[in-house]
């Protein structure tokens, strides 16, 4: 195949050959590069007329029938609607000579017919719901909250008393870390942005207490004969230790579904399976394969390494797996119950102390390829690729996350199954849905497996569609959509996140104009929520004493110190009514910069729970592995001993002054 060949065929299958970088150099991708990614992109794209059309509520949509500019009449249509009414006429032919379905009003998915063929058609809201009111709320980390008797690991049981306690005190939000599916079998793998699958919960964060009683709890402990000494000593460390704390949380469920679920199943599990369908079937078949083919090695971690007859969810022999194994998958769906109930206990929590958003859900970018999600959806999955991001000023050398994601050619040719499926477990149970590196909606850096960042390309998405589906399902829902945007984002894209009710991030240390001085508050976007910090970057507290810089680097620190004064600055005004804090004053700074954070425009305002109680430990260091407890820390003591402290209750009131609950 000649170049000229293979750059046709990498620009048709929606690579980048051209791109600009970080510091605005025109680019091209290397032929090896493109031999590399060609075929795997190919071996997903299917010809044919998609089964699903996107469209949006009061436009006229193409529809992908031949047809010539000599035909006298029009196709006839005719479209079920949702609702059960009926609308039927003629399509309108364009002058390219192309046939347009007529505007439709309602939002939904309808059945179009035209002749002899039927397709879905997703009519999506012109926008997401919107934010109500000018209101404030807190992030936290599920697993770093402490509750009494949690054996090691955070719950959504301490998500339901955090969002009663500061719902009460008129927070309207609480931003979750991902409740994504891990892999059960291995603890060890715990990073929440590194999951198995984004269709399913993550059981560890589950909560017995909101299915079962006290005293059922207290048997069931004693029955797995779970020691109390290494619970405490679990329970008062403090970072977590995954495995330990995970296997012990483990032996409890098991006990729970073996002592008071297998025995008689509960009406309201046997609804779950029924709703949970094939997908929750197909997840449990997963997660009990995963488990018995761990135990043959390493390699009996991944899927793709299984033998061939149950690489294939559908094939005869994982069908007869299933039927041989149907007690421990049905104990990986009460898993999920559990899981799932928690979830929404604590959602109807937050709610009911007077929340008008609740919880927010977090959606990575990317999954695991070993794990459940590319494993039973395998056609929409680039599977033998990695995401990440070019060379860049944050990282010289490039990202490479070891994720993957779907295939643009995929979620085509399945109708967006995959993608729909994601969006509808994520907004599931919560009022809004946080979407991790939103630009993954246009395009994303894929690298080929085994080679580095700097051999990767961008890779174009269907944008229109994913954001209009996105829009359908948040609206289906009633819950908002914030995109993490930061970074270098065409300015394109950030409009059509605003076209269609997608909010951005103000994030405090990025709030700068072009020279690099930091924005007055009057001056933040009013299309995006903000923020004073986030998970991937220091609480306010270590910034402003430095903690994250290398105390060796001089330059480094010299240049906090710069950054301290402009900081204060734009915070307390450019009079300078007084001097900022010293290195060592973090209280201070993080009373004016939640002030701050909180006197913008911006219609959300979210504190971290670690800036709210001036906490300087930092959730996760990108790029570093073992030398940070990344994804480990937890906070020093409940949450309401933290809200009780002076500190923090001032800074609650800060908040509540200057949002107020109208």
């Keep these: 195949m000649s170049d000229q060949t293979l750059t046709r065929q990498a620009t048709r299958l929606g690579l980048q050959v051209n791109w600009m970088d970080a510091q605005g150099h025109k680019r091209r991708i290397s032929v090896d590069t493109l031999r590399r990614l060609v075929p795997l992109l190919e071996s997903k794209a299917r010809s044919g007329t998609p089964s699903l059309l996107v469209t949006e509520t009061g436009v006229s949509t193409p529809i992908p029938i031949n047809g010539t500019k000599n035909m006298d009449t029009a196709p006839a249509f005719a479209v079920a609607l949702e609702d059960g009414r009926r609308l039927e006429g003629r399509l309108r032919r364009a002058r390219n000579g192309k046939f ?98 984004r269709q399913f919960f993550n059981v560890l964060l589950a ?42 949380r483990l032996k409890l469920l098991r006990a729970l579904y073996d002592l008071h679920i297998a025995p008689s199943r509960p009406a309201d599990f046997t609804e779950f399976i029924r709703t949970g ?124 996350w ?51 960042p700097e051999d990767g390309a961008y890779l174009t998405y269907p944008s229109a569609d994913l954001m209009r589906l996105a829009t359908l399902e948040a609206s289906r829902a009633n819950a908002i959509l ?50 004073t910090t986030t998970h991937d970057l220091p609480p306010l507290a270590r910034w402003w004493q430095g903690l994250d810089l290398a105390t060796t680097d001089a330059s480094s620190q010299t240049q906090r110190g710069t950054e301290r004064t402009a900081l204060w600055a734009a915070m307390v005004g450019q009079t300078m009514p007084e001097p900022p804090p010293s290195p060592t004053g973090g209280a201070a700074f993080v009373d004016h910069a939640i002030s701050f954070v909180a006197d913008t425009p911006c219609p959300l305002a979210l504190v971290p729970l670690e800036d709210l109680a001036g906490l300087n430990e930092q959730p996760n260091v990108p790029g570093t592995t073992t030398s940070n407890p990344n994804w480990r820390q937890r906070y020093p003591v409940p949450a309401r001993t933290l809200l009780a402290r002076l500190g923090t209750k001032k800074r609650l009131t800060i908040l509540k002054t200057s949002r107020p609950r109208l």
């Design 277 to 400: 369908g094939i997908e929750l079937q197909r997840h449990a078949i997963f997660e009990t394969l995963h488990a018995q083919s761990a135990q043959r090695g390493p390699r009996g971690g991944d899927w793709r390494l299984w033998p061939l007859s149950v690489r294939n969810p559908n094939s005869p022999e994982t069908a007869h797996f299933a039927h041989e194994m149907m007690r421990e998958i049905d104990f990986h769906r009460f898993l999920q119950w559990i899981a799932s109930r928690s979830l929404l206990a604590a959602h109807n929590n937050a709610r009911k102390s007077g929340m008008r958003i609740g919880l927010i859900a977090d959606l990575a970018v990317g999954v695991d390829p070993a794990g459940s999600e590319c494993w039973a959806h395998q056609g929409e999955h680039l599977t033998e690729i990695s995401i990440g991001a070019p060379p860049d000023a944050l990282s010289r050398a490039g990202q490479n």
């Design 482 to 531: 914030i995109g993490e945007d930061l970074g270098t984002v065409e300015p394109a894209f950030r409009k059509d996140m605003i076209r269609h009710g997608l909010t951005g991030m103000n994030v405090l240390p990025f709030q700068r104009d072009a020279d690099g001085a930091f924005l007055s508050c009057r001056q933040w976007s009013r299309t995006a929520v903000a923020m």
């Design 402 to 452: 070891g994720l993957t994601t779907f295939s643009p050619h995929g979620l085509r040719a399945n109708g967006y199954q995959g993608f729909i499926a994601m969006l509808r477990a994520n907004l599931a149970h919560v009022g809004g849905l946080r979407i991790d590196h939103v630009m993954g909606l246009r395009r994303l850096w894929i690298i080929p497996t085994g080679e580095g």
């Design 207 to 248: 909560d017995p207490s909101c299915t079962f009683d006290t005293a059922t709890l207290q048997a069931s402990r004693k029955h797995a004969r779970l020691n109390p000494e290494e619970l405490h000593q679990l329970e008062t460390a403090s970072h977590i230790d995954w495995p330990r704390a995970g296997h012990l």
């Design 100 to 197: 347009h379905l007529p505007r439709i009003m309602d939002a939904g998915y309808h059945t179009l017919t035209v002749g002899n063929r039927e397709f879905t058609l997703a009519a999506a809201p012109r926008q997401a719901p919107p934010t109500a009111g000018r209101g404030w709320g807190l992030a936290v980390q599920i697993y770093s909250l402490r509750t009494q008797g949690d054996g090691g690991i955070g719950h959504l049981g301490a998500v339901a008393d955090l969002a009663k306690r500061t719902g009460t005190t008129g927070a309207d939000a609480l931003l979750l870390s991902p409740t994504h599916a891990m892999f059960t079998n291995n603890p060890a793998q715990y990073s929440p942005y590194s999951p198995s699958s």
